[in-house]
């Protein structure tokens, strides 16, 4: 793993911002708050009511609240960014891919859109305006994102889409676990930036491939604990990998990620 990004100056394609669409905001904010120390403050409202999660004076993630009627699965979404949104959009549908929202202007802080694969993995595309998203002084930083990894049942094909609309190369692994499926890594310039796992039939019958973000933390034992605490869940207990030690939990309304502690050469 490497960090999620570089600082503020974003290649197109480098994962730029983590964000959350809930049902109840102040539940969740209180849930990540205990687990990460994030404080908050208000941001754009495109889409209604919008937080930042803020670390050390850092803006390190978002946190949105859903209208009232809908029903989407909370899930943690990794955007990407571009240069010129209704471009990526346009090419987007191009290589098969749906664009759900936007693109459309988060006030002055970018142009956004929120669009889904062609296996219907959803992820965002952000063109900075006065908010960049996430910077070099963040990355790595216990409660930051430092790695996203999409889950679908072949790798190749999403990996062969996501190359096609943001210019990634790609680098087989091979399998880290026997258990988890075969990992292609996303490349910019060389430079790690995300994996897409192919889990084939593991994949449960009605469960669609979805984007999970990995936040750094030191103890990722205690992390998993104190996320059931709060009224989460451990999906999977913590483990060593070559990378770092990993678990997988869910919080109080299933929105599932990781949090890991990395190990020196990290990919």
């Known amino acids: 793993m490497t960090e999620a990004a570089t600082g503020h100056g974003h290649t197109p394609g480098t994962p730029c911002w983590a964000s959350l669409m809930v049902r109840d905001l102040a539940r969740t904010r209180d849930f990540y708050h ?7 403050r208000t941001g754009p409202q495109p889409l209604g009511p919008y937080v930042r999660a803020v670390l050390g004076g850092r803006e390190v993630a978002g946190l949105g609240e859903m209208a009232r009627g809908r029903d989407f699965r909370s899930a943690w979404i990794p955007y990407l960014a571009g240069d010129d949104a209704d ?14 929202v936007g693109p459309l202007d988060a006030d002055s802080a970018g142009r956004m859109a929120v669009a889904a694969d062609p296996s219907c993995a959803t992820f965002g595309v952000w063109q900075a305006g006065t908010h960049p998203g996430m910077g070099a002084g963040e ?12 889950t679908t049942r072949e790798a190749a094909p999403a990996a062969k889409f996501y190359s096609a609309v943001f210019g990634f190369d790609t680098a087989e692994t091979g399998r880290e676990d026997p258990e988890e499926g075969d990992l292609l890594v996303l490349r910019l310039r060389s430079r790690p930036v995300a994996s897409v796992r192919g889990v084939g039939s593991a994949l449960p019958r009605g469960q669609m491939p979805q984007w999970e973000t990995c936040f750094a933390v030191t103890d990722p034992d205690a ?40 190990v020196g050469g990290a990919r």
């Open 139 to 150: 990355a790595g930083a216990p409660g930051t994102p430092v790695w996203f990894e999409l």
């Open 223 to 262: 992390a998993a604990h104190r996320a059931a605490e709060l009224g989460g869940r451990v999906v999977r207990e913590p483990r060593d990998l070559p990378y770092g030690r990993r678990a997988t939990v869910v919080d109080p309304e299933g929105a599932r990620f990781s949090v890991i502690r990395r």
């Open 87 to 100: 471009g990526t959009a346009a090419l987007i549908r191009d290589c098969g891919g749906t664009v759900a």
């Open 34 to 40: 205990a687990l990460f120390g994030w404080e908050f």
